[in-house]
């Protein structure tokens, strides 16, 4: 007879699954409520309701107005608004962009793309923890900057940034502050004014809401230039019909990480302490990457000596158990993360990257079960391994 | 569906003539550029023929399977029939690699003609051993 095998999904910083009252809030939307919310007809009443009650629930998990709430396709979106959007609005004050070294595809890509519009960029460097010291991001100021972006934190890694910090430095310069709080909304406590940011960018799927949709906090009076041209949905920053039951979904699942967030931190915390203090005991030569402590609840991330992150993940795929890695082969392009590189970890080490992200669903016995299965799968890599062999000869010899 | 095929994933996860060889007649050690993986092979020659071929890797799923292929194509085959073996053939005796995965496909290929090249190097230098 066939056993079931174990099924334990530990990569929820891909994408959270959607919670079942979240799916309960979006249904209507794709059913009964098909209308457009631009319409002024019964039709357009009911989903302009539900996407203005959304716009309160994802105002209040960040302690913001629900009117700076800009509804966007994804965090990706969010931040190509935010940072092109911002540099182009400011323009005429200057054309200087600051960033951060670890920053997300999406951030460092449209400074690339403002670079070609005649933009000019500095990156800011991060320590081994990959943590930015606000003191560079001074240093990186210039007398045309208009516009910083850090992260509130790290997707890949799970470090927390200093970004009241970073706030306290761009206030006193007068300079826009965006920051990518993607990986952290609805997963740490995020007040915008608390934070003392500018724009803020977060995507429903890293909270239990449902992908496709992701929203960018503006304070009020900031000027923008919208991506898309066409009508005025959403202020007239972001043109297109409303994915509305994705907003609807947004809005239900921000709720619920606000009333959950206490509870769901505390059990995440728990079992991510307990993964990365027992994992470097069951395997050797096994380094934690991102900061120990200051880092999102559910994010475990390591790298693996000697051996590669992509066939670590395709033998824990063959356990059951999904998870992600930063390394060049897994990556489409083919390209050691720039995160880890930014840490200062050598190729060879990044090509382990083995990243765990914890979610509200998972137990102690899920991590035990990874403690359980890892430890042969890496021997057996590390058996085939050219660069063990290596490392073993040459312990041997001194 | 999966990234690769059943053929890969059988030679990914029962990879055959994984190892070193003692004295090996012939070594080859290539990396890959791309991804900065690495793939070392081993051969034992008797007369003219590949007796015995292993090897070690340090890389992604593909370059594992694409190792194991390699050593099972190579063995028992003339050193002329093995310098024969290309990429192209290795990925069809896997039904086939993802796009981007082909570039794992060159280093198999490259390292076992490698320590192909590195034994008949050795012949000429030393000429004492009868290929
Ligand atoms: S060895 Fe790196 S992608 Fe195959």
Redesign the pocket.
């Known amino acids: 007879m066939k056993t079931e095998m174990k099924k334990v999904y530990l990569d929820n910083m891909a994408t959270t699954p959607v919670l079942p009252d979240v799916r309960r809030a979006m249904l209507p939307f794709l059913t009964e409520s098909f209308g457009n919310p631009s319409c002024l007809h019964e039709w357009g009443d009911v989903p302009r309701d539900a996407m203005e009650a959304a716009r309160r629930q994802v105002a209040d998990l960040i302690g913001g107005n629900p009117e700076e709430i800009i509804f966007t396709g994804s965090g990706t979106e969010s931040n190509n608004m935010a940072i092109k959007g911002l540099a182009m609005a400011q323009q005429k004050k200057g054309k200087h962009v600051v960033v951060s070294a670890i920053e997300h595809f999406s951030v460092l890509n449209s400074a690339k793309t403002l670079e070609k519009w005649g933009f000019e960029y500095t990156t800011v460097p991060v320590d081994k923890n990959g943590v930015v010291n606000p003191e560079d991001v001074r240093k990186a100021i210039r007398s045309d900057t208009i516009l910083v972006s850090i992260m509130q934190a790290n997707g890949e890694i799970g470090t927390i940034e200093p970004i009241k910090e970073i706030a306290k430095i761009t206030k006193e310069k007068d300079i826009l502050f965006h920051t990518d709080a993607v990986a952290a909304t609805g997963n740490i406590p995020v007040n915008v004014k608390d934070l003392g940011v500018d724009a803020l960018s977060l995507a429903a799927n890293m909270f239990y809401g449902p992908k496709g949709v992701g929203a960018l906090w503006l304070k009020k009076g900031t000027r923008i230039m919208p991506l898309l041209d066409g009508g005025i949905q959403e202020g007239g920053r972001r043109a297109g019909t409303e994915n509305v039951a994705g907003i609807a979904g947004m809005g239900k699942a921000a709720e619920l990480a606000r009333v959950e967030m206490k509870v769901r931190m505390e059990n995440l915390i728990k079992i991510r302490d307990y993964l990365i203090k027992e994992l470097p005991l069951k395997v050797s030569h096994v380094i934690v990457t991102g900061h120990p402590q200051n880092r999102l609840p559910g994010h475990a991330s390591f790298c693996v000596e000697f051996i590669?992150g992509?066939s670590m993940l395709m033998l824990l795929n063959a356990k059951g158990v999904g998870v992600t890695s930063g390394?060049?082969?897994?990556s489409r392009a083919?390209q050691a993360s720039h995160v880890l590189l930014a840490l200062g970890l050598p190729h060879e080490i990044a090509?382990g990257s083995l990243l765990f992200g914890l979610g509200t669903d998972n137990t102690k016995e899920d991590i035990d079960y990874v403690l359980e299965v890892l430890p042969p799968i890496v021997e057996r890599l590390r058996q085939m391994s050219p660069l063990y062999s290596k490392f073993l000869k040459q312990e041997k010899g001194e | 569906m999966p990234i690769y095929s059943e053929k890969v994933m059988d030679h990914f996860t029962n990879p055959r003539n994984v190892g070193e060889i003692e004295n090996a007649d012939g070594i080859g050690e290539v990396g890959?550029p791309?991804?900065?993986?690495m793939m070392t092979f081993y051969i034992k020659v008797k007369n003219n023929r590949l007796e015995d071929v292993k090897y070690k890797t340090?890389?992604?799923?593909?370059?594992i399977a694409v190792s194991s292929m390699v050593s099972e194509l190579a063995k028992g085959k003339t050193l002329e029939e093995a310098m024969k073996i290309t990429p192209e053939s290795v990925v069809n005796e896997l039904d086939g690699l993802p796009t981007?995965?082909h570039?794992?496909s060159n280093?198999g290929a490259q390292a076992l003609h490698a320590a192909i090249e590195n034994y008949k190097e050795k012949q000429k230098a030393g000429g004492q051993k009868n290929g």
């Open positions: 590669e992509e390394s060049a082969c897994t083919l090509q | 890959n791309v991804c900065g993986d340090f890389g992604c799923g593909a370059a981007v995965k570039h794992c280093l």
